[in-house]
């Protein structure tokens, strides 16, 4: 079946399986949906397009700053960990990259929400 045939979820679902970059980011977006049932709870039918994040970035561009500061830092930590020889005991460097992916994401759809 053609890509173009595919529904969303099930668009990503086949380009996470089938890996690499493009895989790797659909992985990101599908777990971005996960959470935003969980997240967004109560909020009606969770539309992955039209979710309101600004509750989670109050500050604006200090926010997003902040949170992908931190996703970096821990990135960086887990890196160092790693390097010596240590493993994580929950959240990994892949885990961590997907969180990356998906909070530039979130920035970069504010910077298009505002027209920039």
Known sequence: MALKD???IELLEELASRGGHPGFVAE?????????????YGKGEVDMHKVDRSEYFPM???SHAT??????QRFV???KKQLAGG????????DTSLDLIN????FGASLKTKGE
């Open 28 to 40: 990101a977006v599908l777990l971005c949906f996960k959470k935003s049932r969980d997240y967004n």
């Open 77 to 79: 930590s887990l890196s």
């Open 87 to 94: 493993k994580p005991k929950f959240e990994g460097l892949r």
């Open 103 to 106: 909070y530039c994401g979130f």
């Open 6 to 8: 595919y529904e969303s």
């Open 60 to 62: 604006g561009l200090a």
């Open 67 to 72: 949170m992908i500061s931190i996703k970096a």
